[in-house]
């Protein structure tokens, strides 16, 4: 079964750094994206951003240059680098898998809080 644990969310001032990590386990098989989504309060989860096998990476209009993805393949790991918070980045920040087949399977984290305070 394949489970994918986010760690690494909490409470941050305004302009803060925090960073957010995944490991997925339960994996036989090569993952070809991983990343992360968030969802804010109020509205629909939306990606921040992800990572490709190769190392492309892609981000979100709103990360403006203020937040680093990295991942792993060999050990099926992720993290997000998130620096100068704002208030507006507050929610639960969701990691996720995919593997390219003959379509795309995702799978899903249960989500990590990333609270910015004024």
């Known amino acids: 079964q394949v489970q994918l644990v986010e760690s690494g969310g909490g409470v941050v001032q305004v302009g803060g750094s925090l960073r957010v990590s995944c490991a997925a386990s339960?994996?036989?098989?090569?993952?070809?994206?991983m990343g992360w989504y968030r969802q804010r309060p109020g509205n629909q989860r939306e990606r921040v951003a992800h990572?490709?096998?190769?190392?492309?990476?892609n981000y979100a209009h709103f990360v403006n240059g203020r937040f680093t993805v990295s991942g792993n393949f060999d050990e099926n790991t992720v993290s997000l680098q998130m620096n100068n918070l704002k208030p507006e980045d507050t929610g639960v920040y969701f990691c996720?898998?995919?593997?390219?087949?003959?379509?795309?399977?995702?799978?899903w984290g249960q989500g990590t809080q990333v609270t910015v305070s004024s």
């Open positions: 339960g994996i036989d098989f090569t993952l070809n994206r």
């Open positions: 996720f898998g995919r593997r390219f087949l003959f379509i795309a399977e995702d799978y």
């Open positions: 990572v490709d096998f190769g190392g492309t990476t």
